[in-house]
């Protein structure tokens, strides 16, 4: 079984996405993979080496270790849910973002004078769990085998570990230096705990209202002034308008596993080919494929697939369909599912699409959005025109007969959420700032979506309960306040290292991307 990485004594974890570390003394930070907010930078390391600050490289088996150690953290903290939200495809990311961090880390507390001693190390390593025999004493042995695996050397290992000690000693420096106010926690707390209800109006700028349509004139008259417009769509839209080669047609399935026995492969095949046998016989073939086809998707429509185009079936079906005469029956198949029969009922030829054929329709689509956004656009301005008059925007919209949505209570979010409009970062905040039954003649302008909003109720946190909550959240907002200064500052001093040309990324070499 693989020994516990040293560090991993003291890295634990908070929340989904973000590398939590707990330093020997006890001080949590936390640093977002990536942090520095251009990525990883265009200028590489030499060699073998993934990350180079100044002389010091680590190469990809840091990186492994590091991913390893990345991957037990992880799958501790969120357990069954790892696998459920496929977590693995963030351990590389995770992993590069923690080895940056720990060099950036390192370099900012020696130029700010910080320094690590031998026997600091010394008393961390001789004190560590995994390095204690049974009686209780340090293991020299147990120490040195664990150095040499991980790390190749002692030396090595001593190195790296300082560098790890050093950065604590910086987060400590820095975090000393953050504090958090009685009134800092009371915004916190009044952002969690209000709520507002609110109804909307919504004016769809893509599609016409109920009840409104347009004539043949009206579509003849948009064509006629848009021809060069339409003609531009339809070079733009060619291939989507023109019509593929497709096949309709029906199949017969014996399943069986790709990793199946030889005998089990053998039966499966001949329950196939007595199917085909009865078939090529005169039986119906959908009659066939109901009695005996085990794909239960299409055995109860006699074994129909429907039609369909290149690319859009398994690929040993597709290949004897288009092979296939009308009619034709196929031999047996293989394919990843088990043993099919095939037999097409009807093709139909590729057509390419002319401008004159859809000419009607791309103007239709062009009229119906140049319609509905004259209408969206016309009928908010109304609306906000009631609302800036003294009216709200439930009695305009009853006037108007518009419908009124009203979504379940709203609390601040910093992504803005609101059920039934998505993302609404400034809907949202507006919402907060309005009175009980205030209206807003701002119109929101949400991807295709014009949206006015009025406040139905709030239910603020009162001063009693604000002032009664700060006890329990002190330590929680002064480590999230911790957390964003030393994101932001680890964050801007990476930038200039990488900006110096000091800090070189290879991050092609640690997640195979390029």
Not at 406 to 424: E, N, Q
Not at 456 to 480: F, H, K, M, Y
């Amino acid at each position: 079984m693989r020994s516990p990485s040293l560090l991993e004594s003291f890295r634990k974890g908070q929340r989904w996405l973000t590398l939590i570390f707990v330093s020997v003394i006890g001080l949590v930070f936390v640093f977002f993979f990536g942090s520095g907010g251009g990525g990883f930078g265009p200028a590489t390391p030499s060699g073998d080496a993934i990350v180079q600050l100044d002389d010091i490289q680590l190469t990809n088996r840091d990186f492994g270790r590091e991913r390893q150690n990345t991957e037990a953290r992880l799958r501790q903290q969120l357990g069954d849910a790892y696998d459920q939200i496929g977590a693995d495809r963030y351990l590389d990311s995770q992993a590069l973002g923690t080895m940056i961090n720990s060099l950036v880390l390192a370099a900012a507390a020696k130029e700010m004078g910080l320094h690590v001693t031998i026997e600091e190390v010394r008393r961390v390593v001789q004190t560590f769990p995994a390095f204690i025999d049974p009686e209780g004493r340090f293991s020299p042995a147990a120490f040195n085998n664990f150095a040499e695996r991980e790390f190749g050397t002692q030396r090595e290992f001593i190195r790296n570990f300082t560098r790890s000690l050093l950065g604590q000693k910086l987060i400590q420096v820095l975090s000393a230096q953050t504090t958090v106010s009685d009134a800092e926690i009371d915004l916190q707390t009044r952002y969690e705990l209000d709520e507002v209800r609110i109804a909307y109006v919504l004016l769809d700028e893509t599609s016409l209202p109920a009840g409104e349509t347009l004539s043949d004139v009206d579509l003849e008259a948009y064509a006629a002034s848009h021809e060069n417009d339409l003609r531009t769509t339809f070079n733009e839209r060619f291939e989507t308008l023109s019509t593929p080669e497709r096949v309709h047609a029906r199949h017969v399935l014996t399943l069986v596993a790709n990793d199946a026995s030889a005998e089990e492969e053998e039966e499966a095949r001949t329950r196939a080919e007595a199917a085909r046998a009865r078939i090529a016989g005169g039986e119906d073939f959908a009659a066939i494929a109901a009695e005996l086809s085990e794909d239960a998707g299409t055995s109860g429509s006699g074994g129909d697939l429907g039609f369909f185009a290149h690319g859009e079936n398994d690929p040993i079906l597709e290949e004897a369909a288009f092979a296939l005469e009308v009619g034709g029956l196929s031999e047996v198949l293989r394919s990843p599912y088990g043993f099919h029969v095939v037999q097409v009922d009807e093709k139909q030829a590729a057509v390419e699409a002319t401008f004159e054929s859809a000419r009607a329709e791309l103007a239709r689509e062009g009229a119906t959005l140049e319609r509905a956004r004259e209408l969206a656009n016309s009928r908010s301005r109304e609306l906000a025109k009631k609302v800036e008059e003294g009216g709200s925007l439930e009695d305009a919209a009853r006037l108007a007969g518009l419908t009124l949505e009203r979504p379940p209570g709203l609390k601040r979010r910093g992504d803005g959420f609101v059920p039934g409009l998505g993302a609404a970062e400034d809907l949202l905040a507006t919402a907060f700032v309005l009175d009980a039954g205030q209206s807003s003649p701002e119109i929101f302008d949400l991807g295709g979506r014009r949206v006015l909003i009025q406040v139905l109720e709030r239910n603020l946190a009162d001063g009693e309960t604000v002032v009664s909550e700060r006890a329990e959240r002190r330590e929680r907002a002064l480590v999230d306040k911790q957390n964003r200064t030393l994101e932001a500052w680890i964050g801007d001093y990476r930038r200039d290292l990488e900006r110096s040309g000091r800090l070189l990324i290879n991050a092609e070499l640690a997640l195979g991307t390029g």
